[in-house]
């Protein structure tokens, strides 16, 4: 029993040395707006975020989620089976007390007391194979908590997605209403003009075109908006008061703080997916030790001590006799069929298989953060084009419609106008969300949302 456990027969676990850059391009992080140097890991998800409502709904969500509620669950399993594994590596103790009561063929009638006190069948875990099983389900217990830990990190940013989509999507329908409003108005004058013998009938139908367009923008953004609602309230898991929801994109400063970033890709050993790989591994790497433990003796122990008397009364106070029993046992294995060969080549084969899943792990991690480092790098021009763009386009409307009201231009002119105007608009909007969502994106993927916030227990 000494010896028990004292040896594994599992491979030494070494981090493996992925294939991925040792660090980003730092031309492309010098060019990055709205950095910190802090690492996202070090900052809570409230601090990061600023808006009240949005942080009410992140916090509902994390109350009442129903998939992260389905994901602790698994962690909860993941802990029960590893307290069941765990309890191989110590002796199960039973007591009992019983009576006899027996006539013998002669008439004598004897009566016969026994308390006892032992352990059966208990092995001793010389090579270890008890405790690899052990450390597997450990290391897999440890996994099955990163993933839980992912998937608060994903709900967060699922939930401050869906948000921003609302408040995209109710832009746009604002926007369309308006377009919608000025094509009516054209619509009105070009019917007057008509009447009078200024325009023709082509200009009332080109200004029917832009009108009935921006209608059926506006019903399909009123269905979105719903949708978008709806979408909330599932990742909310709750129902919630229609004053935390967004109808209009916030000012990036008024959301979010500085978006953090880390010049050494090491940040991403951190993630929360990652470490459920390599724990994943390292059970796999355990697994290895119990099958090669396989190959050795199994030997076990049942033993018992206790006493024994005529009269229950004397068992614990005296007048009894002891009474004990010892069952060594030792089992070898020497033909199995080759059961124990294909048994180690199956946890060999799962040791690779989870050394490149921790591996793709890695390199799709540095991936994400790389394209979303890339997006932050040119957002903001896009932002600068796009809003030079309408005010461009909104004077060249304002300004044709006027020369056109003044029988200076055509209609065709304010309407090619109206519909720039129009589409940069749009593009405006879903770049302002773009640019949102690639913040909390870019914080998300560095391993952020899980830092203690201050006052409470990690």
């Known amino acids: 029993m000494v010896l028990a456990g004292c040896s594994s027969m599992a491979p030494d676990y070494e981090r493996s040395d992925s294939s991925v850059a040792n660090e980003w391009q ?15 890991l070090d900052i809570p998800w ?17 109350n009442s989620s129903r998939t992260l509620q389905e994901a602790l669950a698994d962690v909860e399993s993941a802990r029960a089976t590893y307290r069941i594994q765990r309890s191989d590596l110590f002796p199960d103790v039973d007591a009992s ?5 027996s006539k013998a063929s002669t008439g004598d009638i004897s009566t016969t007391y026994e308390a006892e006190a032992g352990f059966s069948s208990y092995e001793i875990d010389l090579f270890g194979k008890n405790r690899s099983l052990t450390q597997a389900e450990m290391e ?9 830990k992912a998937a608060k990190i994903t709900l967060i940013g699922e939930i401050a997605n869906a948000w921003l989509t609302l408040a995209a999507d109710s832009n746009l329908l604002t926007l369309a209403e308006q377009t919608a409003t000025n094509a009516q108005q054209a619509m009105e004058i070009t019917n007057k003009r008509l009447s009078y013998g200024v325009d023709s009938r082509i200009d009332v139908a080109s200004a029917e075109t832009i009108y009935y367009s921006a209608r059926s923008d506006i019903a399909s953004y009123r269905t979105q908006v719903e949708q978008d609602i709806n979408a909330l309230r599932l990742l909310v898991g709750e129902d919630f008061d229609d004053s935390l929801l967004a109808y209009s994109l916030p000012d990036s400063n008024q959301l979010v703080t500085d978006v953090p970033a880390d010049v050494s890709s090491e940040v991403l050993l951190n993630r929360p997916d ?4 390599e724990y994943n591994l390292k059970s796999a790497n355990a697994n290895i030790g119990a099958a090669r433990a396989a190959f050795f003796p199994t030997i076990s122990l049942t033993a018992t001590g206790g006493l024994t008397s005529s009269v229950l009364s004397n068992i614990f106070s005296g007048g009894a006799s002891s009474i004990w029993s010892i069952a060594p046992s030792i089992s070898l294995p020497i033909f199995d069929g080759g059961e124990n060969k294909a048994n180690l080549a199956y946890s060999e084969a799962q040791q690779q298989k989870y050394l490149a899943a921790y591996e793709y792990a890695i390199q799709s991690a540095f991936t994400e953060v790389a394209d979303a480092l890339a997006r932050r790098a040119t957002i903001q021009d896009q932002l600068d084009a796009e809003d030079a763009l309408v005010e ?5 409307y304002e300004l044709s419609v006027a020369r056109y009201e003044n029988g200076v231009d055509s209609f065709q002119t304010a309407l090619e106008s109206q519909r720039t105007m129009y589409s940069a608009s749009q593009s405006l909007i879903t770049t302002r969300q773009a640019d949102l969502s690639n913040r ?8 952020g949302g899980l830092a203690p916030i201050e006052g409470e227990v990690e």
């Open 46 to 62: 409230k601090d990061f975020i600023k808006d009240e409502r949005l942080v009410s709904l992140i916090d509902m969500g994390l």
């Open 440 to 447: 909390i994106t870019l914080y998300k993927v560095l391993g």
């Open 274 to 277: 990652v470490l459920s790989a």
């Open 392 to 396: 461009a386009s909104t004077r060249s």
């Open 140 to 148: 897999t217990y440890l996994a099955t908590a990163e993933t839980a």
């Open 26 to 40: 730092l031309k492309q992080v010098e060019e990055t707006q709205g950095l910190s140097s802090q690492k996202a």
């Open 97 to 101: 007390l019983s009576g006899n009561r």
